[in-house]
């Protein structure tokens, strides 16, 4: 049972341009949202996070959307750097600090 | 602020052996989670300790995956006997439980042949 999807494995979008990665999730006790980055042969590092009572949180060229009526969160990057090339993953928690991850999208930012 | 240290960095084994992962986490960070993480999927939980207390196991095969986190500090997750399927990188996290952010190591990349 997939709690945390990520549908898309993959994606690729120009130097410049807006990355919008999706996640949808299942179990509607979530509460608090994360994205995660990954590089090859590195431990996952934390990106930024929403809480369910927000529906937008923005850091820098990074902002997370939640629409909990749908169960989606999206991440946009704006612009889109070669450097942010990873893979990344949207995880979600409950009432506990146990994360369930998503599959991940492989994102790759090409000049 | 040192991070999460885990080794060995790379393991390989054949089926039925046996294999051993050490971790040390964030100092201070009362809460330490391993997940493994199998090629093409997302970090699945296996444990969760809280100081030296077993918080969530649900997910532990029990039968062949143990784990211990004497003092409350650095864990150990063995694996005896390996099976192929458990080819996977075994990633260590603490937390200081606040703030829902873990603190992830680089990983343990183990491959049983």
């Known amino acids: 049972d997939q709690q945390v999807k990520q549908n898309s494995p993959s994606l690729s979008v120009q130097e410049g341009r807006i990355s919008i990665l999706n996640c949808d999730y299942t179990n509607s006790m979530f509460d608090y949202f994360l994205w995660y980055k990954k590089y090859p042969a590195e431990g996952p590092t934390f990106l930024i996070s929403?809480?369910?009572?927000?529906d937008k949180n923005e850091d820098g060229r990074f902002t997370v959307f939640l629409n909990k009526s749908a169960k989606h969160l999206s991440l946009h990057i704006v612009p889109s750097q070669p450097g942010d090339s990873a893979v990344y993953f949207c995880a979600a928690s409950g009432n506990t600090d146990k994360l369930i991850f998503g599959t991940g999208t492989r994102l790759q930012v090409f000049p | 602020e040192a991070g999460v240290a885990q080794s060995p960095r790379y393991k390989i084994i054949e089926k039925r052996q046996s294999v051993a992962f050490w971790c040390n986490p964030i100092?201070?960070?009362?809460?330490l989670y391993w997940y493994q993480q199998i090629l093409g999927q997302g970090p699945k939980l296996l444990i969760q300790?809280?100081?030296?207390?077993?918080?969530?196991d649900s997910q532990l095969p029990k039968d062949r995956f143990s784990a211990e986190r004497l003092k409350g500090v650095d864990s150990t997750l063995k694996i005896q006997p390996a099976k192929l399927e458990d080819s996977a990188v075994y990633l260590c996290a603490s937390s200081t439980g606040l703030t829902g952010e873990l603190f992830f190591g680089e990983g343990s990349r183990l491959t049983v042949l």
């Open positions: 929403i809480s369910s009572i927000k």
């Open positions: 100092s201070g960070h009362a809460t």
């Open positions: 300790f809280q100081n030296n207390g077993v918080v969530d």
